[in-house]
């Protein structure tokens, strides 16, 4: 069985310079899968710049395959990072958000995906 008690983290990141690609990709596989608390796969914020800030990464994927789901209170989350800003003023433009990723979660049971 794979119990997630509290929080389990991939991808993402608290960077002042810019974000490092997207919120991480999370693959898992499970007999008895049971999440008691949340996953997040979150982008990273973009960066300062001169005149622009940079860009958010976006949010990462996660992709959850079991035979069986015994989940109470599931949180998920794969937000985009928010822009950087920029440091000239009156000048400045703020970089844009990530897009959101994206969350899968289904049973194999039968030996097909089904989608939750």
């Given at each position: 069985?794979?119990e997630?008690?509290?929080?389990?983290?991939t991808?993402g990141?608290?960077?002042?310079?810019?974000?490092?690609?997207?919120?991480?990709?999370?693959?898992l596989?499970?007999?008895?899968?049971?999440?008691?608390?949340?996953?997040?796969?979150?982008?990273?914020?973009?960066?300062?710049?001169?005149?622009?800030?940079?860009g958010?990464?976006?949010?990462?994927?996660?992709?959850?395959?079991?035979?069986?789901?015994?989940?109470t209170?599931?949180?998920?989350?794969?937000?985009?990072?928010?822009?950087?800003?920029?440091t000239?003023?009156?000048?400045?433009?703020?970089?844009?958000?990530?897009?959101a990723?994206?969350?899968?979660?289904?049973?194999v049971?039968t030996?097909?995906?089904?989608?939750?």
């Amino acid at each position: 069985m794979l119990e997630v008690l509290e929080r389990l983290v991939t991808g993402g990141g608290p960077y002042d310079r810019g974000g490092t690609g997207t919120g991480g990709l999370l693959v898992l596989f499970a007999d008895e899968f049971c999440n008691k608390g949340s996953i997040t796969s979150n982008g990273s914020a973009g960066g300062r710049g001169y005149r622009s800030g940079g860009g958010g990464s976006g949010g990462g994927s996660i992709n959850i395959f079991y035979n069986t789901n015994t989940s109470t209170s599931a949180s998920f989350s794969v937000s985009g990072g928010a822009g950087g800003a920029g440091t000239r003023r009156g000048e400045s433009a703020y970089g844009g958000t990530g897009g959101a990723g994206c969350i899968t979660k289904g049973s194999v049971a039968t030996g097909q995906f089904v989608k939750q």
